[in-house]
């Protein structure tokens, strides 16, 4: 399943039951999200930050927030509205 920016136009929490049905599939499908909240996919098994269209870094939330400057400059950035799940 691929989502292209899903929840993007949605409230904090409509967008937080969509995250939680999504979330149900997981032992059973490979989901790919593609979205600018990064605060709304510290669920996620592993993260993929892109850089002027390359990999920056790979990992689990806490992995980029230790290693990449670019990762925690984006969490910090994320607006309040933003949901954490």
């Not at 399943?1 to 967008?15: K, N, Q, R, V």
């Not at 049905?21 to 600018?36: E, K, L, N, Y």
């Not at 892109?50 to 806490?62: C, F």
Request: proline content about 2%; overall charge negative; charged content about 25%.
């Amino acid at each position: 399943m691929i989502l292209d920016e899903a929840t993007s136009a949605l409230d904090g929490p409509t967008e937080r039951e969509v995250l939680r049905s999504i979330a149900g599939f997981r032992p059973r499908r490979t989901i790919i999200i593609i979205s600018h909240r990064i605060r709304s996919l510290g669920w996620v098994d592993r993260l993929i930050l892109l850089d002027q269209g390359r990999i920056s870094a790979v990992g689990t939330g806490s992995e980029l927030n230790s290693q990449s400057a670019l990762y925690r400059s984006l969490y910090e950035a994320s607006t309040e509205d933003e949901v954490g799940f």
